[in-house]
């Protein structure tokens, strides 16, 4: 199993980003997904994440501007980021919760590798 994440770059304040993640995989299903990011010499931390039923979560730092959404049918999920600031320069992961088949049924927490959000003019 593994998450490929991608639609990361360079944007000036105030303006969008997407950033998508798919899963693949010997993949049964897959429970809650999620994005977390983690800026220079501080902790990574949750900015939103959404239940295999639709049910989303997003931290008041970007509740308004970041939108999760997910595709279960293609094991995808994206972040729509709007009116970005330069804090949000940070880079970004994928996070998500799989039930796997590989000898048996298990279940295990993935990550992407990350990519890079800059926002600055």
């Known amino acids: 199993v593994q998450l490929v994440e991608s639609g990361g770059g360079l944007v000036q304040p105030g303006g969008s980003l997407t950033l998508s993640c798919a899963a693949s995989?010997?993949?049964?299903?897959?429970?809650?997904m999620a994005w977390y990011r983690q800026a220079p010499g501080k902790q990574r931390e949750l900015v939103a994440n959404i239940t295999s039923g639709g049910t989303t979560n997003y931290p008041d730092s970007v509740k308004g501007r970041f939108t999760i959404s997910r595709d279960n049918a293609k094991n995808t999920v994206n972040l729509q980021m709007n009116s970005l600031r330069p804090e949000d320069t940070a880079v970004y992961y994928c996070n998500a919760d799989i039930t796997y088949l590989d000898m048996g049924i298990g279940r295990d927490m993935y990550w992407g590798q990350g990519t890079q959000v800059t926002v600055s003019s």
């Open positions: 995989g010997n993949i049964v299903s897959v429970n809650a």
